[in-house]
């Protein structure tokens, strides 16, 4: 089992509702990640949480609302989606510590998010 | 560009044949390169290959990192039907925590 939670597993909704991807860990990681896979495709990065900050937002549209509310936790708020955003999204975790190289920064993934689009 | 290139795209083979897997990179500033392997869902961690020619073995799974060449193999051997799976490897960069370049992946099929 995965030590990276992700709930739900899976999400249908329709371009005008508002919905939630929820993501826990207690691996007393201090970055998490949101990403974004689609069908045959590997990960492309949304966004990055270091020390419960926002440190990367890869020029995400803002129908997609990151927030972390404490150490273990991540979520991604969704509002007006489209099709094309019909996706596994995957929240990952890792160390943080440049000064470490074997061993850090290692993701470690959630079982993902199957979200559907209508 | 920084790229992370996988070759072959997609292999077939039999129970018990040995594969090897191919990841080339263009990276400016190179950390280090992590094979993941993605069954369904989750990419589960394989390797992390920072330092060259120091073969890194998990069971039926090693490989190998040449700094020189620019390239990393990821080899299964004796394999089965559960190796079936995309296999992913990804660049860090020197100055990042968070930045990865992914391959496309290999999806690898066993067949019984």
């Known amino acids: 089992d995965t030590e990276v939670t992700q709930t739900p597993k899976h999400l249908v909704m329709g371009m005008t509702n508002k919905k939630s991807l929820k993501c826990e860990q207690h691996?007393?990681?201090?970055?998490m990640y949101w990403y974004k896979q689609k069908a045959k495709k590997p990960p492309e990065l949304m966004f990055v949480y270091s020390y419960e900050k926002l440190s990367i937002n890869e020029s995400v549209p803002s129908r997609f609302s990151p927030e972390c509310p404490n150490s273990s936790l991540l979520n991604l708020h969704l509002h007006a989606l489209q099709p094309e955003d019909s996706a596994l999204y995957l929240c990952?975790?890792?160390?943080?510590?440049?000064?470490?190289?074997?061993?850090?920064?290692?993701?470690?993934f959630g079982a993902g998010s199957r979200l559907t689009v209508l | 560009e920084d790229k992370v290139v996988q070759s072959p795209l997609s292999l077939v083979v039999h129970e018990g044949d040995t594969v090897t897997l191919n990841c080339s990179y263009e990276?400016?500033?190179?950390?280090?390169l992590l094979w993941y392997k993605q069954e369904k869902k989750a990419p589960t961690f394989l390797f992390m290959l920072?330092?060259s020619g120091i073969e890194k073995k998990s069971g039926r799974l090693s490989s190998i990192l040449d700094k020189k060449e620019l390239f990393s193999i990821l080899n299964i051997t004796a394999t089965q039907t559960g190796d079936s799976a995309v296999y992913l490897c990804a660049a860090r960069f020197m100055d990042s925590n968070y930045q990865l370049i992914w391959g496309a992946g290999t999806k690898l099929i066993i067949k019984p």
């Open positions: 990276v400016t500033n190179f950390r280090s």
């Open positions: 990952a975790s890792s160390q943080l510590d440049r000064g470490v190289v074997n061993g850090a920064n290692v993701l470690t």
């Open positions: 691996m007393g990681h201090r970055a």
């Open positions: 920072t330092s």
